[in-house]
């Protein structure tokens, strides 16, 4: 578990460090971010594609001046996409990076919740071998009999795209 | 606490730059032999000022060296000691020495100890006092100046008067605040107090005697006890060494309470011991904040511009409140208003970031002065335009360059003063420095009186250099911009100053990222213009939005040449794809931005049903093929870096007045992709051609 921020656990009045989890489904699976990073959720609306950059990059958005790249969540984990529906959101999250407060903006099916999860709850990845995409996933629990995975929404901003850093 | 204190060194470091700006050029210019008492006072101010603030932050060895400089200076304000080239540069050096320690303080690295202990040797000796053995009169005043800045600490004495409560004093608060700097003892006198009978709760009979322990400065003291000056008998008196102990348990640097009998070499050793302990110091102020500092007129004119805003506003909310259509003319008036207003504002914002390109073209004197001594050249600087303005973020960019073109003109443009009086030209050669603005340009020209470029010497050593071939024939302009390219250098000899022959390219690299063009303009023995057109800023472009498929881009209107509608006839393929038109027969290759950016939807397949942009980049010229043109627009720049990365062929992104986005063009990149594109194709080609 060391891949979540520890500092997004609070103490409670138990003494059991719990955080809060901005929870959204992908199809039918049910995802999880910590509420920390969201600044906002805002319905889909249509982006400005920005050419020779990879297929997950939807394009770039108007945030109050702010220009906010767009990822479609799916594509970025290897799920097929889908048309938007009206259900279709888009999380904005605001992440304290090495260069500065990031942006960026994640594309999903729809929000669901928000939930608080107690460090110990959540259990590491279970060893998938060679699955495309699993770095993004750094633990998963069991929420009101649903199994929910946790988002390294961390690193979905710094890995980088080799194939559009090296032009 | 610390964050504070980062601010207020961050503004004394600020200042201290800008008053040694100030001495470097009033020392340049009484070298320049004007005899103006004014000058030196300029100097001596400058001088003290930096010392007095050094002091009070605890910059002991700043304040140290200010101080000398100051006795000197001294010398030369009373008349005492005459105005010699010597003393200047020596001062001048020492100017450079003050910087070197503050950039040193503020960037939490080292400074150069050894040279500013020679230094400091140097203006001791000037002062006619034996370098080392320094536990003269002077430093003992040096001390105890440091001893009035940060003493060991303070007996404060408060007699109020009577009234002292009606004016709103509450002592408490006072002791609170003044516990707070340091160890606080109070004695409180009693002896005033009246019979209960005669008692006046509203009077104060109490008086106090303090003793405040700790460094702190009279500053901090006096912000705290300015408030009861005047209702009070106040005295304030330093206590030295009485709690030296203290004092010396304390890691700060301000070894004020050192016995004096060890103040021997301490000019010489302040340096050495103390920076480490000042370098430690955490306060690692981020280089380069990017503070501006604004005309108070500027602000104003904005301040004007929000409340015209506000009250077109408040106007247009009232006729909404109840509208009907016979009010559509006001509104449609009222809308007209708000346009304007907020253009106007947005022009004045900008106008913010504009700084006169004289913070650019100050440290020219020195450099002119400096250079010219160790060249031995005789050689005048002249700089026109100063005061024109220019966006601060280009003003930082230029500046290197613009150093690199005047010292190549020092160097290699003017001649020395023997050949000059072969030429027949005064023995002093001119340099000019000149700033104007031209339409939406700023046009920046540095032009010499010196030999000029000879064409003839550069072809053959571009030959030598395999850089053109010997048939090549050029023109003369053509052959100047060859000292552009990479390795080439005209000195027969490398000098310090220039010669190397890396530079010219970058000089014209630098310029040419931030949007402008560098001309060269040459006449043998008459002298060498280089001129720089930059955009005025890099906040606003003025753009073409082109239509390609569904997508919408702008093209930046200063690349552009022209735009034509192609005929058939005018087009040609080159081995079967490459496709190219002729424009006033001159053969340009065509780049369908669809294919460059992968867009599928596209309209026009044939080259004649859309437009051609012409553009120039990097020298190059070539047709853009966009679906259509939409119409010109001031377009705000905003980088896709803040969030994402840079992509290839997109120099930024605009938010146009639907608030969708649109991208900013690249021309460069973009014919740099199309390049790349083409060379795989060709690479496919010859696989397939393999099989």
Sequence with gaps: ?167 | MTTDMGQFHEIFYEESFELLEGMESALLELEGGSDDTDLIHTIFRAAHSIKGGAGTFGFTNVSEFTHTMETLLDEVREGTRPVSSDIINMLLESGDAVREMLEALRDGTEENQARVASLLDKLNIELGRAPGAVASAEDKSNAQVDNQEAPAGWKICIKPNPEFFQSGNDPLRIFRELSELGELETIVDTGELPDFSDFDPSQCYLSWELNLFGEISREQIDDILGWIDGDCELTIEAQGVSSSDTVQNTTSPVQTTEPETTVEKVATQASSEKAPAVAKKPAPVKKGSGSIRVDIGKIDSLINMVGELVITQSMLSLLGEDFDMSRIERLRDGLDQLERHTREMQESVMRIRMIPISSTFNRFPRLVHDISKQLDKKIELQMIGESTEVDKTVIELISDPLVHLVRNSLDHGIENPEDRIAAGKAETGTITLSACHQGGNIVIEIKDDGKGLDADKLRSKAIEKELISVDDNLAESQIYELIFKPGFSTAEAVTDVSGRGVGMDVVRRNIMSLGGIIKIESALNQGTTISIHLPLTLAILDGQIAKVGDEVYIVPLASIIETIQLKPNMINLVAGRGETFKLRDKFMPIIRLHDVFGIESCESKQLSEGLLVVVEAEGKQCGIFVDDLLGQQQVVIKSMETNYKRVQGVSGATILGDGSVALILDMSGIIRRWQSNNATLQLVDDKVAAL
């Excluded at chain 1, 500092?7 to 971010?33: G, H, I, K, P, R």
């Excluded at chain 1, 304290?96 to 903006?105: F, P, R």
């Design chain 1, 1 to 167: 578990m060391e891949a979540l921020n520890t500092t997004d656990f609070v103490m409670d009045s138990e003494n059991e460090q719990l955080a809060q989890f901005l929870t959204f489904y992908l199809d039918t699976e049910l995802y999880a971010a910590p509420i920390l990073d969201v600044q906002e959720i805002r319905s889909w609306e249509p982006v400005t594609r920005v050419p020779n950059t990879p297929d997950y990059l939807n394009g770039i958005v108007n945030i109050r001046g702010a220009i906010v790249p767009v990822v479609d969540l799916r594509l970025r984990l290897g799920v097929p996409t889908k048309e938007a529906t009206s259900e279709t959101v888009v999380i904005v999250m605001s992440m304290d990076l090495e260069g500065g407060l990031k942006q960026i903006g994640l594309v999903v099916d729809s929000v669901s919740d928000v939930i608080s999860v107690s460090e110990s709850e959540i259990q590491s990845t279970p060893d998938f071998g060679d699955m495309p995409n699993k770095e993004f996933i750094c633990g998963m629990a069991n929420v009101q009999d649903k199994a929910v995975m946790f988002l390294d929404n961390h690193r979905l901003l710094t890995i980088e795209d080799v194939e559009i850093a090296s032009v």
